[in-house]
């Protein structure tokens, strides 16, 4: 049995990773400060006997001496845009930054592999397309992304630095949009915004002219990936993109939502936020060819699941501004 230890555990990746390593037998450690993530997510482990939940913000040091830590998997950061963007721009860049610290310095003392969840998003608008990992991208330092493009970027070097100074194991992954069970309804996403306003019969509310693309990842599929890396050859390190390759533009998924849940909700067109990349495909050939994996789920048959998770939440709904 391993002892694993997971940040950012009540949020929607989290939990669901929590749930699976669970239930493949691992002695669970989770971590969360409950900003955004939720304890309803992880009721259904929260009594098993493996199974830890520490109230904790991984910005302040954290402890652990009664168990040996055999792997972290540092997921803690608000992830939704309206999240990074509103009143945790600030800690949002402490989380990636401080947290990252902790954690290393964590997994140091524990000898433990970490695996650090990066994001497209440190590509910025980008200019290559689909995007490889040996793109650079192009972030804007100043805007409304910064906290979170910024922060990410920055966790990625720090990762480097332990790893080429410190001696420790680590794990990159660049996560691209993923959806599924356990989202945060009023979490501003796309598809959950999308999934709920077509329930409550609201408006659909695109951003811009909808045009802009991006690619959709379910769940499980990204779970198995999360899984495959952490315990894959100690040499690889990443960063390796993990995400479906199948790319949509944000006015298809409108459609396919619509057309999925009927009612009478109709398509309304706001501001596009500033900094909002304009497209979003990952090469998804290194995860392919190091760690066997490409994802099964199609979006028709993902968004179906999330669809049916979405109507057990719809008492939480609010109204998307
Ligand atoms: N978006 C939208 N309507 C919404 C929420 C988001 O049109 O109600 C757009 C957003 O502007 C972006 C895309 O959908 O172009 C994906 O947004 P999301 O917040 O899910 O993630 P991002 O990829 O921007 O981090």
Known sequence: MKTILVTGGTGFLGSNLCIRLIN??????????NYTGRLSNIESIVNHPNF?????????????????????????????????????????????????????????LHHATILQTSTSEIYGEPLVHPQVESYRGNVNPIGIRACYDEGKRCAESLFFDYHRHEGVDIKVV????TYGPN??????????????????GQDITIYGDGHQTRSFCYVDDLIEVLIRMMNSEKAFTGPVNIGNPGEFTIKE?????????????????????????TQRRPDITLAKTKLDWEPKIKLDEGLDKTIAYFKTQIDQFKKVA
């Open 24 to 33: 493949e037998g691992n002695r669970v450690i989770c971590v969360d400060n």
């Open 52 to 108: 830890l939940f520490i109230e904790h913000d991984i910005c302040d040091l954290l402890e652990i001496n009664d168990e040996k830590i055999d792997q972290i998997y540092n997921m803690a950061c608000p992830a939704s845009p309206p999240a990074y963007q509103g009143s945790y721009s600030i800690k949002t860049t402490k989380t990636c930054v401080l947290g990252a610290i902790n954690m290393l310095d964590l997994a140091k």
């Open 174 to 177: 660049r996560i691209f949009n």
């Open 183 to 200: 989202m945060d309804p009023n979490d501003g996403r796309v598809v959950s915004n999308f999934i709920c306003q077509a329930l409550s």
């Open 253 to 277: 998924l409108a459609e396919m939502v619509v057309s999925k849940v009927g009612g009478s909700s109709k398509v309304v067109y706001k501001d596009l936020p500033s900094d909002d990349p």
